[in-house]
């Protein structure tokens, strides 16, 4: 049974920092591309980031956050994180992590196949 389960999130305050992770298990890590996506309440789950399968050397992310977060996995603890720095209102939201069998950019939800439950992260001013 595979299982994504995210962890980090919490209140900050604008301009913090904050680092989400993920813990994969039932799955042959590293032939999946992972991802992080979020959603606002009343707004669609939007794409944040995600990292190539192997090894992880390419990384892709939405214009919103490019040079603000950053993406990592370590396959060998099966492990997806996300770096927060200079936090945004517009941040907040419930982040979730996914996996992929899919190549390269992988932007829409629904290439996806095995997703977590979310963690909330809120961003106050």
């Known amino acids: 049974q595979v299982q994504l389960v995210e962890s980090g999130g919490g209140l900050v305050q604008a301009g913090s920092s904050l680092r989400l992770s993920c813990a994969a298990s039932g799955l042959t890590y590293n032939m999946y591309t992972m991802g992080w996506f979020r959603q606002a309440p009343g707004k669609e789950r939007e794409f944040v980031a995600n990292?190539?399968?192997?090894?992880?050397?390419?990384?892709y992310y939405a214009d919103s956050v490019k040079g603000r977060f950053t993406i990592s996995r370590d396959n060998a603890k099966n492990t997806l994180s996300l770096q927060m720095n200079s936090l945004k209102r517009e941040d907040t939201a419930v982040y979730y992590c996914?996996?992929?069998?899919?190549?390269?950019?992988?932007?829409?939800?629904?290439?996806?196949?095995?997703w977590g439950k979310g963690t909330q992260v809120f961003v106050s001013s």
């Open positions: 990292i190539v399968k192997f090894d992880g050397d390419f990384t």
């Open positions: 996914a996996a992929s069998i899919v190549s390269g950019l992988v932007s829409r939800p629904t290439d996806y196949t095995y």
